[in-house]
Structure formats: structure tokens, C-alpha cells
């Protein structure tokens, strides 16, 4: 008799913290709090070091397992083989229920 005040609660909590929450974020500031002057030069430090180092890329491993394309090709390798497990299963389920 309680569950749905119990779980409405929950959802109402649930809600109310979704909507504080980019409030909570926006006051987050990155780098530790560093000032607009700050920010500004990091960035052109950064932009200065990649002129220097224009062989260098991006920096963003893409074949690797950590980078883009390894990932998809690892997630793809297992959730492909659990999708085949399942189609072979099901297989075996229907030639068992046919005999």
C-alpha cells in the first residue's frame, strides 16, 4: 500500500536532484579555480606547443585499445560473439522443439 508513495518519492527525488544538479556544475570551475588570465595563457601555450610540434597530432590514439577504433573494435568483438551465442542458442531450442 505504500510502494507507490515509496516510489513516487523516490522519483520526486530523483527529479529535484537532476534540476540542481548543472547548478552544481556551473559553479565547478576546471584547471582549480585558475582566473580568465590564467586560462587564456595555457591556451596559447598549448597552441604554441603544437606549432612547434606539428608531427605530433592530436594526440588522440584512434587504433589503439584505449582509443577510438580499438574500443569499438573490442566492444563490438564482444557484445557480436554474446548476439551469436544467442542466435545459436535459440537455433538449438527450435531443432529441439521440431524433433
Given at each position: 500500500?505504500k510502494?507507490?508513495?515509496?516510489?513516487?518519492?523516490?522519483?520526486?527525488?530523483?527529479?529535484?536532484a537532476?534540476t540542481?544538479a548543472?547548478?552544481?556544475a556551473?559553479?565547478?570551475?576546471?584547471g582549480?579555480?585558475?582566473?580568465?588570465e590564467?586560462?587564456?595563457?595555457?591556451?596559447?601555450?598549448?597552441?604554441?606547443?603544437?606549432?612547434?610540434n606539428?608531427?605530433?597530432?592530436?594526440g588522440?590514439?584512434?587504433i589503439d585499445?584505449?582509443?577510438?577504433v580499438?574500443?569499438s573494435?573490442?566492444?563490438?568483438g564482444i557484445?557480436?560473439?554474446?548476439?551469436?551465442?544467442?542466435?545459436?542458442?535459440a537455433?538449438?531450442?527450435?531443432?529441439?522443439k521440431?524433433?
Open positions: 500500500m510502494t507507490p508513495i515509496i516510489v513516487g518519492t523516490a522519483l520526486l527525488a530523483v527529479f529535484v537532476s540542481f548543472p547548478f552544481a556551473a559553479q565547478y570551475t576546471p582549480g579555480g585558475l582566473g580568465l590564467q586560462e587564456l595563457a595555457l591556451a596559447k601555450a598549448k597552441v604554441q606547443a603544437v606549432q612547434n606539428p608531427h605530433a597530432g592530436s588522440t590514439p584512434y585499445a584505449n582509443g577510438v580499438g574500443a573494435v573490442i566492444s563490438g557484445f557480436g560473439g554474446i548476439f551469436i551465442a544467442f542466435v545459436v542458442r537455433k538449438q531450442a527450435e531443432k529441439a521440431r524433433a
